[in-house]
């Protein structure tokens, strides 16, 4: 056994709090709440942040997070579920950011979907088809070669190159293709103005909403350059403790949110108005 040393207490405590109190704590506030309503594509991005948070902290929760030498089949699925996380949480944001793209289409005169509960069915299963496909490649890779699976200072992982490029470059992939839809809305935005600002007043579609979306893009390039750095071989404490935050920085960008907040801040005062916004708002697609 081995003494936890203050990285590693540091590492943990960031991906605590963002996925195992921050995320939680929006959904607690979403499934009880009569005030406050999220759509599906915000909640599944909310679990896919919660699973992240357990990849990195399987250790802990198995308590074996002081032994130097967990045992194999747990090193194996941390590493494969480690893998895995990041393009799962690439593919949650690219479809959190599609579904806002559609929703301002569809507002400014386009043809809605013939099949919506088929397209939301899709988009709420891409991201853990993602995450399995990757996750089954690098348990059956790390099984084949287990001489490469081995725990560092943190968390377990494997030494086998092509699982790093495989996660690298799905997660790559999905955020560029982000950024690109991110574009799009705000050309089209820009285009249909005053139809934005006449949906904004019926549905609470708002700028606040694509500026939170646009900072959880910022935060997904940051750990798209975090993977790369691994390709490296950087063995630098830097890009773990960026990739312990995100979750923390994502809860920090939505869990923000006035009537999060008023929930939270049972003092402040409301009115019937906020809730009867949030409603609509939800009835109308709105994610955050």
Known sequence: MSVVLAPQVAFLILLVLGGHVGMPLILSATFFSGHIFRHPVFVNLCITW????VAYTLLLYAGQITNPQPKFNLCVTQSAMIYGSPPMIAASVFVFVLHLYLLVREHVGYTPPRWPNLRLVIMLAA???????VFTVAITMANS?????????????????EVTHICAGISGVAILLSLVIEILTGIKLYWHWKAFRAMNAKTGLNISILVRTLGLL??????????????????SMVPNFVLACLPLTAFLIFGTHSDLLR????????DGRHAQDAKASAESGVCV
Do not use: D, G, K
Not at 128 to 133: I, M, Q
Not at 226 to 232: E, I, M
């Open 50 to 53: 919660m699973l992240y948070a």
């Open 127 to 133: 991201p853990y088809v993602v995450f399995l496909s």
């Open 145 to 161: 070669q287990p001489l490469r699976v081995h725990r560092s200072s943190l968390y377990c992982t494997i030494e086998i190159r």
């Open 218 to 235: 910022i935060c997904s390039v940051v750990a798209l350059v975090t993977c790369l750095a691994f390709l490296t071989n950087l063995t």
């Open 263 to 270: 929930v939270w801040c049972f003092w402040w005062r409301s």
